[in-house]
């Protein structure tokens, strides 16, 4: 009888190590996602302030202008699913985020974040 308690104690100390284990990996690949989406956003933005530079400050009517000689393609947002969304609003409203929108480019001359890129929060 001895032996099977010291058993069941085994297994239930690996399971709970096991459990902890598997919570602390999803903890760093939702910090992974979040550090490439932050990445992305960079070389967004760096490729924006590259292309004002060659065009005597003028930004691009849209985000796409910049592929394929600032951008070889609009990176993507990595979602908390892991999938991954590169779509890109062209647009003056800075909250037109839906779920399938990555990226807010605003185009609108008169807006104060005009030429900035949003990047969509919710992942």
Known sequence: MKIKSEIIIAV??????????VDKFFDLKTQARQGLNDKNFTTINEALSVYRGDNEGRCPDTLEELIPFYL???PPIYKTNGKEISAVKNTANTTDFDKDTAWIYVTEKTSPDYC??????RY
């Open 72 to 74: 070889e393609q609009i």
């Open 12 to 21: 239930f100390i690996t399971a709970l190590l096991l459990v902890l284990c």
């Open 116 to 121: 900035k890129i949003f990047k969509n929060n």
